[in-house]
């Protein structure tokens, strides 16, 4: 149960300290005291999400602890979570100004999952917001299968359907890509085969380029080769007849001195290397040929080649055998998408067929539970004030698979007699969803291992009788856990094990909340107060002893 709560530098609490025992413990406070000021701060330990805004002193982390006396259940939870257990066990958060939080077990720093896993365990708040939660679909399948052996079935078919949204959503996703492909399949096919045509893996792209700069000035390379060979071997001036009167003058000197015996033999090598030259520049000269078919060819490789560059904006070849390959790869991967769908559509059919079965089980649960879930809770309603009330609760199934199974459920209300049972949330006041509220609450809690549960103004809409009565049922909440109630009610405030006031004061000019507890006699005069309002008369003290009893 919830022993002890700490608040420090939240909103109007500068710091607050509180321990609350078993039973039923009873908080009041004037409207705007700060009693909502503490419940939000306590759906900080439940895991909900931090505002920096709600730190008064932002030179000041706030801090939120609420403290729990566990039973040795418990013990499993925490080894499994690799966390130290304590049966007085401290759960922490911290708002820092930055607005990060951190969350702790016992001084263990935790994830918010595993904060939210362990509190949810713990403790249930129930605001006065929430009492139309009881219109939901969602809501109403909880009441039910929480009271039915759907408690563990639940989550099981939860977890598959997850899995099995998951795995729609993945062959959707597959199936989508198998039509994007086949649209453009033709086009890719296309643009491989243009890409293989290019022979790109042969393809020279600078010996391309040389053969058509040559063929392209062929006459002017073919002039010039003619001229050049001419100044080479013409028969008076050409160079071959000079250097050969140069050799015949240097081999005759070389013979008088050694001394020109080098020159004499680098002169052999220029000769030699110049006659090699002659020879092959004769040879060019023979293979030069304006060929008109060989250049327009050679413009036709070019120019795809050149398109091929444009179309896919690249600049290389290189480039272009990545891009073949990418496609070749792509393509080939064609027949393993249709063999992946056809595998994924095969497991989907399985874990639907599986789900059918268990949603089977589901409502069958459900069906078993719900006689007994509308005799209890007439009873209940009955004792406060709907003696001619009725609650049915319908299933209907539907084709689709939900989060609940394969049905819908709708609980129908009838406050008086002679008219028809209608959905709850076209057939109820105010002060009767209270009571129904209440009533439900009552159920949960009987089939719940939760040790504590915070009930914020639940009595809302009624007085007098049922009031009083409203009170009589979460004193008989209280014997089985520890039942905080948020009420502006005197009949409820009277039914408390141990009373607390929440109270606004202006400390050194700044507003602060605080809750105290009340003694016996603090707690006749609180009592007192909300029968007879500001002035406490002796009427409203009497009024107030009867109710206390």
Do not use: C
């Amino acid at each position: 149960m919830l022993t002890r709560i700490f608040i420090q530098n939240f909103a109007l609490i500068d710091r607050l300290e509180i321990n609350l025992q078993e039973g039923l413990q009873v908080i009041t406070g004037e409207t705007g005291a700060g009693k909502s000021i503490i419940l939000g701060a306590l759906r900080l330990i439940l895991g909900e999400r931090a505002d920096v805004k709600s730190i008064s002193n932002s030179d000041s982390k706030s801090v939120v602890e609420a403290e729990f006396k566990l039973n040795e259940n418990f013990k499993n939870y925490f080894e499994n979570q690799d966390l130290d257990y304590d049966s007085h066990t401290i759960i922490r958060r911290e708002i820092l100004s930055t607005g990060k939080s951190r969350a702790f077990i016992n001084d263990v720093p935790v994830t918010l999952d595993i904060l939210k896993q362990l509190s949810q365990r713990l403790i249930d708040i129930h605001s006065q917001f929430e009492t139309s939660h009881i219109f939901n679909e969602d809501y109403q399948f909880k009441i039910i299968d929480g009271l039915s052996e759907n408690k563990n079935l639940l989550p099981i078919y939860q977890n598959e359907f997850s899995e099995y949204l998951k795995l729609k959503r993945h062959l959707e996703k597959l199936k989508t890509q198998l039509s994007e492909r086949n649209k453009e399949a033709d086009y890719k096919d296309f643009l491989l085969n243009e890409l293989l045509e290019a022979d790109l893996d042969q393809f020279d792209f600078s010996e391309l380029q040389n053969q058509l700069n040559t063929q392209e000035n062929a006459e002017l390379i073919s002039d010039n080769l003619a001229q050049i060979i001419q100044v080479f071997a013409q028969e008076d001036a050409g160079i071959f007849t000079q250097l050969s009167e140069a050799r015949i003058k240097l081999n005759k000197i070389s013979t008088l001195s050694n001394q020109f015996s080098d020159s004499q033999n680098r002169l052999e090598e220029v000769w030699l290397e110049l006659k090699d030259l002659l020879l092959e520049l004769e040879d060019e000269a023979e293979n030069i040929e304006i060929n008109g078919e060989l250049l327009q060819e050679l413009n036709l490789k070019l120019n795809k080649i050149n398109s091929l560059f444009l179309k896919h904006n690249v600049n290389s070849v290189e480039e272009l055998i990545d891009i073949r390959n990418e496609i070749s790869e792509n393509q080939s991967q064609f027949l393993d998408l249709e063999n992946e769908i056809s595998k994924v559509a095969k497991t989907l059919e399985d874990s639907y067929k599986n789900l059918e079965k268990t949603a089977k089980s589901l409502s069958e649960n459900r069906n078993k539970i719900i006689p007994i879930f509308t005799k209890k809770i007439e009873k209940i309603i009955k004792q406060l004030g709907l003696e001619k009330a009725k609650i049915e609760v319908e299933l209907s199934p539907t084709e689709k698979l939900s989060p609940f199974g394969k049905e819908t459920i709708q609980i129908l209300f009838q406050a008086n007699s002679g008219f028809p049972l209608m959905p709850i949330q076209n057939a109820i006041s105010g002060g009767e969803r209270s009571r129904v509220m209440l009533s439900i609450k009552k159920i949960m809690a009987e089939n719940s291992d939760l040790p504590s549960l915070i009930l914020d103004e639940i009595d809302t809409g009624v007085s007098g009788k049922i009031a009083e009565e409203m009170g009589n049922v979460m004193q008989e909440m209280a014997k089985d856990l520890q039942l905080i109630v948020i009420t502006h009610l005197a009949q409820v405030a009277a039914k408390g094990n141990n009373n607390y006031k929440v109270v606004k004061e202006d400390i050194s000019g700044k507003t602060q909340s605080k809750i105290i507890p009340l003694n016996e006699e603090e707690k006749l005069q609180e009592i007192a107060q909300l029968l007879s309002g500001s002035k406490i008369t002796e009427a409203a003290v009497s009024q107030a002893k009867e109710l206390i009893g």
